[in-house]
């Protein structure tokens, strides 16, 4: 199993990114995309997940109504749209795929490389 992520970029404080994280190689046991961010000096953090089947969504308080995820199964694709970015969102985002839909970055599997997203003020 492979992921690739891809997006990432410097963006103005109220702007928009869209990342990008697709899985090659899926299994049948993968239930759950996730993406999580770790910032300098911070521990990672999960961010919000959603699972192939039914497409529930879960999300972090702090991003709530800004950033909304999304999935394309049949490109085994899933996608973090972020919508009034803060410099406070600024971090390395990383994708990952597990068999349990959970918030705890242990729990996954598979990893993608991550993406740098910085904000400016």
């Known amino acids: 199993v492979q992921l690739q992520a891809s997006g990432g970029g410097l963006v103005q404080a109220g702007g928009s990114l869209r990342l990008s994280c697709t899985v090659t190689?899926?299994?049948?046991?993968?239930?759950?995309m996730g993406w999580f961010r770790q910032a300098p000096g911070k521990e990672r953090e999960f961010v919000a997940h959603i699972t192939w089947t039914g497409g529930r969504t879960y999300y972090t308080d702090s991003v709530k109504g800004r950033f909304t995820i999304s999935r394309d199964n049949a490109k085994n694709t899933v996608y973090l749209q972020m919508n009034s970015l803060k410099p406070e969102d600024t971090a390395v985002y990383y994708c990952?795929?597990?068999?349990?839909?959970?918030?705890?970055?242990?729990?996954?599997?598979?990893w993608g490389q991550g993406t740098l997203v910085t904000v400016s003020s």
């Open positions: 990952a795929t597990g068999r349990e839909i959970t918030v705890v970055p242990d729990f996954y599997d598979f």
């Open positions: 190689g899926r299994t049948f046991w993968s239930e759950v």
